[in-house]
């Protein structure tokens, strides 16, 4: 079974600057899809960005990117000029083209925007 | 569009009473998905459905039990709630196959409390 692992359980990052979240996962399949979901305090979960394992480039959406390193099975999330809107629960999930495509989901790390 | 509609959005239970939460999707989606959000765990899959018909288990199915009653609906039922099933219940669905990348899309949550 997959596993996906957030080692950070909590990121405070300023106003403006830069902070990068981590995740890894394991599996032993070679097609999969990677996601990050922002959970703000009102409790929905919105998609931020997603990754095709089998493409090279790191994908992008404005302020944030990931960096996708397959052979070390790590996925991090780098948001830029941080803004106070930023600030929410952060979950990274990793999704099997088998198996009905169930999310599997790591425990999240809470990012904390400083103004 | 609506997306996805969870009712209720709150609820609170004796031990041993039942219940059954409401999803229904407006996006001509296959496969829909019964999560529970619980802290410091992420969230956890508890039952799928792949496409109309079928349903099968996922990592945490004990003491509930889904009926997808047509393509838009998807319901979760505790026949007996018991405190350890105190969580935030989240529906969600994807179009489902092995093509694409598309991510799924949550409702707004079910904040249920058993006492």
């Known amino acids: 079974a997959q596993t996906v692992t957030q080692s950070q359980p909590e990121m405070s990052v300023q106003e403006a600057e830069t902070v990068t979240l981590s995740c890894t996962y394991d599996?032993?399949?070679?097609?999969?899809?990677l996601f990050w979901y922002k959970q703000p305090p009102s409790r929905q979960m919105i998609l931020v960005i997603r990754?095709?394992?089998?493409?090279?480039q790191n994908a992008t959406e404005n302020r944030f990117s990931v960096n996708f390193q397959k052979a070390a099975k790590s996925f991090s999330l780098k948001i830029s000029d941080s803004q106070l809107g930023d600030a929410a629960m952060y979950f990274c999930?990793?999704?099997?083209?088998?198996?009905?495509?169930?999310?599997?989901f790591g425990a999240g790390t809470i990012l904390r925007v400083k103004s | 569009n609506a997306g996805v509609t969870q009712t209720p959005k709150f609820q609170v239970l004796k031990t041993g009473q039942s219940m059954t939460l409401q999803c229904a999707q407006d996006m001509n989606h296959n496969s829909m998905y019964w999560y529970r959000q619980d802290p410091g765990m992420g969230l956890r899959l508890i039952y799928y459905?792949?496409?109309?018909?079928?349903?099968d288990k996922g990592e945490v199915p004990n003491g509930y039990n889904v009926s997808r009653l047509n393509k838009r609906e998807f319901s979760l039922r505790l026949e007996s709630a018991a405190p350890s099933q105190t969580s935030v219940y989240f529906c969600?669905?994807?179009?489902?196959?092995?093509?694409?990348?598309?991510?799924?899309?949550f409702g707004d949550g079910t904040r249920l409390s058993i006492l």
């Open positions: 999930a990793y999704r099997s083209v088998f198996n009905g495509n169930k999310l599997v």
């Open positions: 459905s792949a496409s109309e018909g079928t349903t």
């Open positions: 599996t032993s399949e070679s097609d999969y899809y």
């Open positions: 990754q095709e394992a089998y493409k090279q």
């Open positions: 969600a669905s994807t179009k489902g196959g092995r093509g694409g990348n598309q991510p799924q899309h």
